[in-house]
C-alpha cells in the first residue's frame, strides 16, 4: 500500500502525554505513525488534567497547542465538603446523607456537563484550536472522543476552516453503557451528537460493533481501527521455576458491580492447597472494593492492591507475569467494547484471564485466537488454573502465546488504515460504506 501524500492534519486530543491514561497511549501512537508516513502535524491537547503526568510525550516535530483543562464541578467538591462538616450520628443518617450527595452529583451533571463531563476543557480547547491554525490551514482533521468535548472542539474548526474531519470514537457517547444519566439526558445527548456529527465526513470506530452502530446513526463512511499492541522487544519475562506461585497481575480501574473479581477469588478458594499458591496483583487509579470483596471471600493474603503506575512500568510487569486478568462487564451494552488495555495485554504475548462477558467482541478475541481463557463461572476459572499450575510444575512457566495468535493485531498493522482512510476524504470519495478489519483479522 502507497502512503498518501504529505498532508497538513490537525489532531485534537483531550487525552495525550504526559497524562497517563489509556487514550493518551493510542493519541500518541497514531500521532507518531502520522508524523512517521510524511505528515505535518499540530496538536491540541489537554493540559492540567486529573491524570499522572507520568507518560513520556513522543519526540515528534509537530507542534503541541496545549489547553488547560477546567473542572465544572467544584459546586460538587464544595457539596461533599459542606456535607463532610455536618455533624450526624452515624448510622441511617450518613446512609442518608450519602444518598442524598449521590442524588445531588447526578442531577447536576445532568443539568450541567453538557456535552460530557469534560466540557470545562472546551473554552481553552477552542482557543488553542484557533491558534493552531491561524496561520496554518489543515487539510484534514482527526479528533479522538471520549470526551465528545473533542468532536465539539473540532466541529468549530472545520465550520471555520472546511477541511474535511475524521471523527474517531474510543468509546460511544449517546448510548455509552457506563452513562448513568436519565432518560431525557440520553435524548438530548443523541440530539447533540447528531447535530455535531453532520460534519464530519468520516468516522472511525475500534470495534466492528461500534462502527456499525456509528454508521447507522450518522450515515458517514466508517472504519473500524482497533487499538492494536505495540511490539516490545522485552528480554524480561516471569520466572523459570517449578513449584512456585502463580502470578496473577490486573492493571486499570475496577468498577464496582460491573467489573467483578469475586468468580477469580473463589476458584481460588475452592483450590486448597493450591490456590494457596496464586498471587493477585492489582494495579491502578480506582481499585474500590478489591480488597473488601478478597477479605470476606477469605483469600485476603494472596490478593495485593498497589497505586497507579508509570505506563512503562505497567508494561514491564505485564511482561513478568504469568497470566493478565482482564475484568469485563456481563452485559449486552458492553459486547461491543475492545479496550486499549486489551491490547497492551497482547503485547505482552501472556496468557489472558477474561472474566465476565462470555458473548462480547473482547472475549470472542481472546477465545478464537488462542490468547487465554475466557469464563465466569469459578469452577471453570479453577480448572484453567490447574491447567497453568501443571505448566509451572513440569516446566518452570507458564509459556507465553504463540506469535501467530497475535497475527494482524499490532498497532502499525491497524493504523495502516488510516491512509486509506485520509485518502479518501482528501479526495472526496467516500463510499458510505461500512469497513471493517483488514483482512485476516478476527472480531
Not at 298 to 308: A, D, K, L, Y
Request: charged share 20%; aromatic share 8%; net charge neutral.
Amino acid at each position: 500500500m502507497q502512503d498518501s501524500a504529505s498532508l497538513k492534519i490537525l489532531l485534537i486530543f483531550q487525552c495525550y502525554p504526559p497524562f497517563n491514561v489509556i487514550g493518551s497511549v493510542r493519541a500518541a501512537q497514531l500521532a507518531a505513525y502520522l508524523e512517521g508516513h510524511g505528515h505535518e502535524l499540530r496538536i491540541v491537547a489537554g493540559d492540567g488534567l486529573p491524570f499522572p503526568p507520568t507518560l513520556d510525550v513522543p519526540p515528534l516535530k509537530a507542534k503541541i497547542f496545549r489547553a488547560i483543562f477546567r473542572s465544572i464541578e467544584r459546586p460538587i467538591d464544595f457539596g461533599r465538603k459542606l456535607l463532610g462538616t455536618v455533624e450526624t450520628s452515624g448510622g441511617s443518617a450518613t446512609v442518608s446523607r450519602d444518598g442524598m450527595m449521590i442524588r445531588a452529583v447526578r442531577a447536576y451533571r445532568a443539568l450541567f456537563a453538557i456535552p460530557d463531563n469534560q466540557v470545562g476543557w472546551y473554552p481553552a480547547a477552542a482557543g488553542a484550536a484557533s491558534r493552531a491554525t491561524k496561520d496554518w490551514t489543515p487539510e484534514v482533521i482527526i479528533s479522538s472522543a471520549l470526551p465528545f468535548t473533542s468532536h465539539l472542539v473540532a466541529a468549530g474548526i472545520v465550520r471555520d476552516t472546511g477541511a474535511p474531519w475524521i471523527a474517531e470514537y474510543r468509546d460511544l457517547f449517546s448510548g455509552n453503557p457506563y452513562a448513568d444519566i436519565p432518560e431525557w439526558r440520553q435524548w438530548l445527548d443523541r440530539q447533540i451528537e447528531r447535530r455535531i456529527m453532520t460534519r464530519a465526513t468520516a468516522i472511525v470506530g475500534l470495534t466492528p460493533q461500534m462502527s456499525e452502530e456509528l454508521a447507522a446513526m450518522h450515515g458517514k463512511p466508517t472504519l473500524t481501527v482497533m487499538n492494536g499492541f505495540d511490539v516490545r522487544n522485552s528480554s524480561s519475562g516471569p520466572p523459570v521455576e517449578t513449584g512456585r506461585h502463580l502470578r496473577i497481575l490486573y492493571t486499570g480501574i475496577v468498577y464496582p458491580g460491573r467489573r467483578d473479581p469475586r468468580p477469580l477469588f473463589e476458584a481460588i478458594r475452592s483450590m486448597g492447597e493450591r490456590g494457596r499458591r496464586v498471587i493477585v496483583d492489582f494495579y491502578g487509579q480506582d481499585l474500590r472494593g478489591v480488597q473488601a470483596t478478597a477479605s470476606a471471600i477469605g483469600i485476603e493474603s494472596q490478593v495485593r492492591v498497589h497505586p497507579t503506575v508509570s505506563y512503562s512500568e505497567s508494561l514491564r510487569l505485564q511482561d513478568e507475569a504469568d497470566i493478565l486478568l482482564l475484568l469485563l462487564w456481563d452485559d449486552p451494552r458492553e459486547r461491543g467494547t475492545l479496550t486499549g488495555k486489551v491490547f497492551e495485554y497482547i503485547g505482552a504475548a501472556r496468557p489472558i484471564l477474561s472474566i465476565g462477558s462470555l458473548d462480547g467482541v473482547a472475549s470472542n478475541l481472546i477465545r478464537e485466537r488462542g490468547l487465554g481463557v475466557t469464563a465466569s463461572d469459578p469452577q471453570i476459572i479453577a480448572q484453567a488454573l490447574d491447567r497453568w499450575f501443571d505448566q509451572i510444575d513440569s516446566l518452570g512457566t507458564v509459556p507465553s502465546v504463540s506469535p501467530t495468535a497475535r497475527q494482524g493485531l499490532s498497532r502499525a498493522e491497524q493504523f495502516a488504515d488510516y491512509d486509506k482512510l485520509i485518502a479518501e476524504v482528501t479526495s472526496q470519495r467516500g463510499s458510505g460504506m461500512v469497513h471493517h478489519l483488514p483482512a485476516g483479522v478476527s472480531s
